[in-house]
């Protein structure tokens, strides 16, 4: 496949949309391994895959020695101070959050923002995703206004961008969650409603369980436990389609049995 990206990621597509997770690993390895020696720019692609598909099935050690392995490559490729390299950085300072290393991430998401600002600028795609991590990064640390703020200037750079439906769709889902943590829950629904609105004009994507999780939330605040079994069910199922099981699905399921047994606990999404 060396040299078509195009057929590398239709087949990659083609995996994911199966929901067979374990056959895309295997696809990526395979492909990793190969181009290790020939051919550096499928080796990144493998490994920069590899390192978004553990973070979602909770091995996080794994995506870290992906990301990790696709970063040397960048580097070697384009240098440390590339767009490349920082985008990178950003998909490895979200492993990190995941994990709970707060610190480090948070000095990865800064460093890949600043060389975003030296080299591409900030109205671009790849400054709002690291800038919306970063607001994940503070809900996580309870910073409330400096979570909302990150997003907001998340959301104002995609405001200027084309194609971002689905980035103001997770956006207004993260939205929802910063508002219920707050205690805002009229604001909380009117987000997770944008957000659902949005994602329903589109093929099903991973993203959507986030805001089928922010809706529950509000179910639950509201006594409607009944919506909330739906929201959560259909949070599993639609991530399933994508990741076998994963830390999410395990406080999902564990959310979904809360509300079964009548005592709506609710799930603090991603």
Known sequence: MKGKPEAFYAELDRLFASGDSQAAESFLLAH????????????????????????GSGK?????????????AIERMYGAHSANYATNLNNLAGTLRSMGENARSLDLFETAIKIMEETIGRDNYHYASALNNVSLLYQSERKFDDAMKALTQSMEIL???????????????????????TGKWDKAR?????????????????????????????????????????????AIALTRKFCAQSPEIDAMTQALNDCRRGNGGEYEGD
């Open 32 to 55: 990793g391994k190969l181009a290790a020696e020939t051919d550096e720019q499928l080796y990144i692609m493998c490994m920069s895959e590899l390192g978004g598909l553990y973070r």
């Open 159 to 181: 405001e200027k961008l084309p194609d971002t439906e689905i980035e103001f769709a997770t956006a207004y889902s993260n939205m929802s969650l910063i508002y219920q943590q």
């Open 190 to 234: 009117e987000a997770v409603g944008k957000s659902l609105g949005i994602f329903a004009r589109f093929p099903p994507n991973p993203h959507g369980a986030a805001a089928l999780n922010a809706q529950a939330n509000v179910s639950i605040h509201e006594g409607n436990l009944e919506g909330a079994r739906g929201c959560l069910e259909a």
């Open 60 to 72: 996080y050690g794994e995506s870290v020695e992906a990301f990790e392995k696709a970063g040397g």
